[in-house]
């Protein structure tokens, strides 16, 4: 068993992200701890009161939201009824045993696991503790659950057994293939919280693998006007597919003062993500003759999308990389002018010639920087580089470095005084 433990700042979250999982067929609410009534006779309201209503007793903490999910081994097939023993047995020994909690089953990944929605607030106020509990309370109760319910012990499993455990990123959406709300609903949840844009461009550079759009409108429509949102599906030529759905229309509410939101909070430095997108880019021009169509596939197999924007003669004027790995979407333009369309160009030996004072971009129709399957197929694929440049790579990555300086030479010196003229004589 794995179990993995995170707080968060709103309860709200978490819960409509269970909740709208049931709400999908992705899960059930199998049962409760320290409810007034069963699981099965609470409203929604009810189960999510509970938690509000506790939580609310200290306002002093921010992070006052748990969640935490149990993962099994893909063997491991057990009935709601064990699934909730296993539930309380482990929150009684992580010191949630009079915490009020919520079990979800869910069926979304390849491995059986449960999830428990809960609180960190007392009844009388005060916050329980979490500072080192996955490494001391967790680790103790796994080890005596997994002894005391015969499950298969997670000591000896090798590190790619537990990356396994994590859930199955969202595919693309495919037009008359599924329900389209329900396929536009699950990469909105996989995508908006997870990756870091600072505009509308940024957001569909992500969503544009997924074969998403979300579209404000013309600047004359009224949905523009109005302040409005949609979301469309794309087909496989990057055109809008079946009727659009307002914004409003989703659980998790994505309209554009949420996302304005988003923007303002994902605007922060991101001097490290910049330098890993720089270093992958630079390093692959270290081949010779290297050109667009060489370059994206060595940025996808370090994690790295290259999205492309056309105009539509089909000429190249934008780049967007995605960043997988660090979850970070930037435009060319911010990692610097190597780095824009024109500069790609440039580098690539293509030509920009100027007509009238405006810059016309070489058209590049045969480059393809989207996947064909799905934006994670190839992050794992091993890379095939030279080992010049594999060595450069390793010489050029960022480092994290606390800039560290004793505390005695960081305190404030005060003025200082002179003596009065009357002590001296």
């Not at 819960?15 to 199998?30: L, P, R, S």
């Not at 748990?66 to 097939?77: D, G, K, Q």
């Not at 979304?108 to 080192?132: F, Y």
């Not at 004027?317 to 610097?336: E, F, R």
Request: net charge positive.
């Amino acid at each position: 068993m794995v179990a993995v433990i995170k707080t968060g700042h709103s309860l709200h979250r978490i819960f409509n992200y269970n909740e709208n999982k049931v709400q999908d067929g992705q899960a059930k609410c199998i049962g409760e701890g320290n409810y007034p009534a069963a699981a099965e006779d609470l409203s929604r309201a009810m189960k999510l009161n509970r938690l509000l209503h506790q939580a609310a007793l200290n306002g002093n903490v921010k992070r006052s939201s748990v969640h935490i999910s149990l993962n099994f081994h893909p063997s491991e097939n057990y009935p709601a009824e064990k699934l909730m023993e296993i539930a309380d047995s482990y929150m009684e020994k992580i010191g949630f045993g009079q915490q009020p909690y919520l079990v979800y089953e869910h069926f979304d990944a390849g491995h059986p696991h449960i999830h428990l929605v809960s609180v960190k607030i007392k009844e009388d106020g005060s916050r329980i503790d979490m500072q080192n509990i996955g490494r001391n309370q967790s680790e103790k109760a796994r080890k005596e659950i997994e002894k005391s319910f015969n499950l298969v012990r997670a000591e000896g499993q090798e590190r790619a057994a537990a990356l396994s455990l994590k859930p199955v990123p969202a595919g693309r959406a495919a037009y008359g293939k599924m329900e389209s709300k329900k396929a536009i609903s699950s990469v909105l949840q996989q995508v908006l919280y997870n990756y870091r844009y600072a505009s509308l461009a940024e957001l569909n550079a992500v969503l544009q693998l997924y074969n998403l759009k979300a579209d404000r409108g013309s600047e004359d429509s009224r949905v523009f006007k109005s302040g409005g949102l949609v979301y469309r599906i794309l087909d496989k030529e990057g055109k809008t597919a079946g009727v659009p759905i307002k914004a409003s229309d989703f659980a998790i509410k994505p309209t554009l003062a949420f996302l304005e939101k988003r923007f303002a909070l994902n605007a922060s430095e991101i001097a490290f993500e910049k330098k890993r997108i720089r270093n992958a880019v630079d390093t692959a021009f270290l081949q010779k003759d290297m050109d667009l169509e060489k370059l994206f596939p060595m940025l996808q197999k370090e994690g790295i999308h290259a999205v492309l924007r056309r105009s539509d003669a089909g000429e190249l004027y934008g780049i967007t990389y995605v960043d997988h790995v660090t979850k970070c979407v930037l435009n060319g333009s911010a990692l610097g002018k190597s780095y824009s369309a024109k500069g790609m160009l440039e580098r690539c030996g293509g030509s920009v010639k100027m007509e009238g004072g405006a810059a016309h971009k070489t058209s590049l129709k045969n480059v393809k920087a989207e996947p064909q399957e799905t934006p994670f197929k190839n992050l794992c694929a091993s890379a095939a580089e030279p080992i010049a440049a594999q060595e450069l790579q390793r010489l050029l990555k960022p480092e994290w470095q606390l800039d560290y300086a004793p505390a005695a030479l960081k305190r404030k010196r005060g003025k200082r005084k002179g003596k009065r003229r009357s002590d001296l004589n």
